[in-house]
Protein backbone atom coordinates (compact mmCIF):
# COMPACT_ATOMS: atom_id res chain seq x y z
CA UNK A 1 0.00 0.00 0.00
CA UNK A 2 1.80 3.48 -0.86
CA UNK A 3 -0.77 5.82 0.72
CA UNK A 4 0.55 6.83 4.14
CA UNK A 5 -0.06 10.09 6.29
CA UNK A 6 -3.69 10.15 6.98
CA UNK A 7 -4.29 7.97 4.94
CA UNK A 8 -2.54 7.12 8.34
CA UNK A 9 -1.83 9.29 10.61
CA UNK A 10 1.79 8.84 11.40
CA UNK A 11 4.89 8.68 8.88
CA UNK A 12 7.16 6.48 10.46
CA UNK A 13 8.59 5.03 7.19
CA UNK A 14 11.12 6.39 4.24
CA UNK A 15 8.09 5.23 1.86
CA UNK A 16 6.01 6.99 4.12
CA UNK A 17 7.97 10.48 4.17
CA UNK A 18 8.50 10.34 0.70
CA UNK A 19 4.88 10.02 -0.04
CA UNK A 20 3.71 12.24 2.82
CA UNK A 21 6.21 14.70 1.26
CA UNK A 22 4.72 14.22 -2.24
CA UNK A 23 1.19 14.87 -1.65
CA UNK A 24 2.03 18.17 0.20
CA UNK A 25 3.92 19.44 -2.78
CA UNK A 26 0.93 18.45 -4.89
CA UNK A 27 -1.79 19.93 -3.08
CA UNK A 28 0.96 23.12 -2.90
CA UNK A 29 1.66 23.13 -6.79
CA UNK A 30 -0.24 21.05 -8.26
CA UNK A 31 0.22 17.03 -9.40
CA UNK A 32 1.36 18.94 -13.28
CA UNK A 33 3.81 21.29 -11.01
CA UNK A 34 5.55 18.15 -8.75
CA UNK A 35 8.31 16.77 -10.28
CA UNK A 36 9.87 13.73 -9.04
CA UNK A 37 13.00 15.76 -9.26
CA UNK A 38 11.50 18.25 -6.71
CA UNK A 39 9.98 15.44 -4.09
CA UNK A 40 13.39 13.86 -4.35
CA UNK A 41 15.25 16.90 -3.52
CA UNK A 42 12.64 18.10 -0.62
CA UNK A 43 12.99 14.57 1.04
CA UNK A 44 17.03 14.84 0.51
CA UNK A 45 17.29 12.08 -1.85
CA UNK A 46 19.25 11.71 -5.20
CA UNK A 47 16.06 11.00 -7.66
CA UNK A 48 16.89 8.00 -9.02
CA UNK A 49 17.06 6.66 -5.48
CA UNK A 50 13.49 7.56 -5.12
CA UNK A 51 12.32 4.84 -7.55
CA UNK A 52 13.68 2.30 -4.78
CA UNK A 53 10.65 3.36 -2.45
CA UNK A 54 8.16 4.37 -5.02
CA UNK A 55 7.56 3.47 -9.19
CA UNK A 56 6.85 7.43 -9.75
CA UNK A 57 3.85 10.30 -8.42
CA UNK A 58 1.10 8.75 -11.06
CA UNK A 59 1.35 5.90 -8.36
CA UNK A 60 0.88 7.72 -5.77
CA UNK A 61 -1.95 9.81 -7.10
CA UNK A 62 -3.90 6.68 -8.29
CA UNK A 63 -3.12 5.06 -4.52
CA UNK A 64 -4.06 8.38 -2.95
CA UNK A 65 -7.26 8.61 -4.91
CA UNK A 66 -8.56 4.57 -4.52
CA UNK A 67 -7.60 4.30 -1.55
CA UNK A 68 -9.91 7.39 -0.41
CA UNK A 69 -12.32 6.40 -2.88
CA UNK A 70 -12.78 3.15 -1.39
CA UNK A 71 -12.98 4.47 1.97
CA UNK A 72 -15.67 6.29 1.43
CA UNK A 73 -17.79 3.95 -0.63
CA UNK A 74 -17.21 1.43 1.88
CA UNK A 75 -18.35 4.06 4.72
CA UNK A 76 -21.04 4.51 2.49
CA UNK A 77 -22.42 1.02 1.74
CA UNK A 78 -22.32 0.43 5.32
CA UNK A 79 -24.90 2.84 6.08
CA UNK A 80 -27.07 2.12 3.58
CA UNK A 81 -27.07 -1.47 4.69
CA UNK A 82 -27.99 -0.62 8.17
CA UNK A 83 -31.64 0.36 8.99
CA UNK A 84 -31.69 4.41 10.06
CA UNK A 85 -34.19 6.95 9.09
CA UNK A 86 -32.98 8.62 6.24
CA UNK A 87 -31.66 11.63 7.85
CA UNK A 88 -29.94 9.60 10.16
CA UNK A 89 -28.45 7.61 7.19
CA UNK A 90 -27.65 11.25 5.38
CA UNK A 91 -25.86 12.54 8.48
CA UNK A 92 -23.72 9.21 9.08
CA UNK A 93 -22.99 9.94 4.95
CA UNK A 94 -22.15 13.15 5.64
CA UNK A 95 -20.23 12.68 8.64
CA UNK A 96 -17.81 10.04 6.75
CA UNK A 97 -17.29 12.20 3.80
CA UNK A 98 -16.05 15.42 5.99
CA UNK A 99 -13.73 12.86 8.33
CA UNK A 100 -12.26 10.92 5.72
CA UNK A 101 -11.11 14.20 3.70
CA UNK A 102 -9.93 16.19 6.55
CA UNK A 103 -8.24 13.42 7.92
CA UNK A 104 -5.09 14.74 5.62
CA UNK A 105 -5.86 17.92 4.34
CA UNK A 106 -2.81 17.44 1.58
CA UNK A 107 -4.70 14.06 0.45
CA UNK A 108 -8.34 15.13 0.58
CA UNK A 109 -7.38 18.06 -1.59
CA UNK A 110 -5.17 16.05 -4.12
CA UNK A 111 -7.88 13.60 -4.30
CA UNK A 112 -11.15 16.45 -4.95
CA UNK A 113 -8.87 17.93 -7.31
CA UNK A 114 -6.17 15.61 -9.34
CA UNK A 115 -7.31 12.76 -10.15
CA UNK A 116 -8.39 14.00 -13.66
CA UNK A 117 -4.31 13.45 -14.14
CA UNK A 118 -5.05 9.68 -13.44
CA UNK A 119 -3.73 7.67 -17.01
CA UNK A 120 -6.63 6.77 -18.92
CA UNK A 121 -7.79 2.96 -17.60
CA UNK A 122 -7.92 4.76 -14.00
CA UNK A 123 -9.82 7.64 -14.78
CA UNK A 124 -12.59 5.36 -16.06
CA UNK A 125 -12.23 3.03 -13.34
CA UNK A 126 -12.22 6.23 -11.11
CA UNK A 127 -15.02 7.73 -12.63
CA UNK A 128 -16.90 4.08 -12.30
CA UNK A 129 -15.99 4.28 -8.49
CA UNK A 130 -17.73 8.02 -8.40
CA UNK A 131 -21.05 7.38 -9.87
CA UNK A 132 -21.14 4.03 -7.56
CA UNK A 133 -21.00 6.53 -4.75
CA UNK A 134 -23.24 9.19 -5.99
CA UNK A 135 -25.69 6.32 -6.53
CA UNK A 136 -25.42 5.19 -2.94
CA UNK A 137 -26.58 8.60 -2.17
CA UNK A 138 -29.35 8.71 -4.02
CA UNK A 139 -30.77 5.59 -2.69
CA UNK A 140 -30.65 7.68 0.58
CA UNK A 141 -32.53 10.54 -0.99
CA UNK A 142 -35.25 7.88 -3.00
CA UNK A 143 -36.10 6.34 0.77
CA UNK A 144 -36.35 9.55 2.26
CA UNK A 145 -38.92 10.77 -0.34
CA UNK A 146 -40.73 6.87 -0.23
CA UNK A 147 -40.86 7.73 3.46
CA UNK A 148 -42.91 10.97 3.27
CA UNK A 149 -39.69 12.50 4.58
CA UNK A 150 -37.64 14.38 2.18
CA UNK A 151 -39.10 16.44 -0.73
CA UNK A 152 -39.37 14.96 -4.32
CA UNK A 153 -36.57 16.43 -5.87
CA UNK A 154 -34.18 15.96 -8.48
CA UNK A 155 -31.93 13.35 -6.55
CA UNK A 156 -29.52 13.61 -9.30
CA UNK A 157 -29.01 16.86 -9.20
CA UNK A 158 -29.53 16.63 -5.53
CA UNK A 159 -26.55 14.48 -4.99
CA UNK A 160 -24.20 16.95 -6.83
CA UNK A 161 -25.20 19.54 -5.00
CA UNK A 162 -24.59 17.73 -1.49
CA UNK A 163 -21.01 16.40 -2.95
CA UNK A 164 -20.06 19.64 -4.27
CA UNK A 165 -20.56 21.19 -0.32
CA UNK A 166 -18.58 18.36 1.20
CA UNK A 167 -15.70 18.86 -1.32
CA UNK A 168 -15.49 22.23 -0.78
CA UNK A 169 -14.16 21.69 2.50
CA UNK A 170 -10.80 20.25 1.19
CA UNK A 171 -10.50 24.06 0.36
CA UNK A 172 -11.19 25.99 3.21
CA UNK A 173 -10.39 23.78 6.60
CA UNK A 174 -7.75 23.87 8.96
CA UNK A 175 -6.46 21.55 11.36
CA UNK A 176 -6.47 24.17 13.98
CA UNK A 177 -9.08 26.05 13.32
CA UNK A 178 -12.65 27.41 14.71
CA UNK A 179 -14.67 24.16 13.89
CA UNK A 180 -13.41 20.11 14.01
CA UNK A 181 -14.53 17.66 11.79
CA UNK A 182 -17.48 16.58 13.65
CA UNK A 183 -19.08 20.06 13.64
CA UNK A 184 -18.20 20.76 10.36
CA UNK A 185 -19.98 17.57 9.34
CA UNK A 186 -22.88 18.82 11.52
CA UNK A 187 -23.36 21.91 10.22
CA UNK A 188 -23.22 20.78 6.39
CA UNK A 189 -26.04 18.30 7.81
CA UNK A 190 -28.10 20.62 8.66
CA UNK A 191 -27.88 22.89 5.66
CA UNK A 192 -28.36 20.05 3.72
CA UNK A 193 -31.20 18.57 5.32
CA UNK A 194 -32.76 21.98 5.86
CA UNK A 195 -33.49 22.00 1.48
CA UNK A 196 -34.47 18.49 1.74
CA UNK A 197 -36.79 17.85 4.30
CA UNK A 198 -40.73 18.23 3.96
CA UNK A 199 -42.05 21.33 5.84
CA UNK A 200 -45.14 21.12 7.48
CA UNK A 201 -47.98 23.38 6.29
Known sequence: MLVSSKISPKTT???AQIIDTSLEMMYRLGYQGTSMRDIASSVSMEAASLYNHISGKEAILSETCFTMAERLLKGLSEVNDIYFN??????LAVKNHVHILTENTFAGWVFVHEWRHLGDENRHR???LRDEYEKGFITILKQGEDEGVFQDVNNKFAVLTILASLNWVVEWYKPHGSMNPEQIAEKLTEFILSGL???NN
Open 86 to 91: PAEKLS
Open 197 to 199: KKT
Open 126 to 128: FVK
Open 13 to 15: TRK
